[in-house]
Nanobody, 119 residues
Framework: QVQLVESGGGLVQAGGSLRLSCVGSGSIFSISSMGWFRQAPGKQRELVAQISRVGSSNYADSVKGRFTISRDNAKNMVYLQMNSLKPEDTAVYYC?????????????WGQGTQVTVSS
């Protein structure tokens, strides 16, 4: 059974920073890309950042230059450093994984961590 646990969210003023963390159980992470998603009220969940097994990363245009994704394979951890936060970044943030043998993100979702950015 795979489990994902996100943490690090909170309330921050616009322009501030937060660092999100996600820890996962199971050995599958070593063969997976990792990603951070977010879902704002009334909106679909969207992928904001992803990182490959070897550390190459991609970002949604809306967060490029402000967010940085990183991972620690030894600890089954993935992080999202969020700088210059904007009110539109307010959402519940989730991590997920995509095994190298699959073209899809997993169906495993944690409880997420709430990020609220005040103006």
């Amino acid at each position: 059974q795979v489990q994902l646990v996100e943490s690090g969210g909170g309330l921050v003023q616009a322009g501030g920073s937060l660092r999100l963390s996600c820890v996962g159980s199971g050995s599958i992470f070593s063969i997976s890309s990792m990603g951070w998603f977010r879902q704002a009220p009334g909106k679909q969940r969207e992928l904001v950042a992803q990182i490959s097994r070897v550390g190459s990363s991609n970002y949604a245009d809306s967060v490029k230059g402000r967010f940085t994704i990183s991972r620690d394979n030894a600890k089954n951890m993935v992080y999202l450093q969020m700088n210059s936060l904007k009110p539109e970044d307010t959402a519940v943030y989730y991590c997920n994984f995509r095994p190298s043998y699959s073209g899809s993100w997993s169906n495993y979702w944690g409880q997420g961590t709430q990020v609220t950015v005040s103006s």
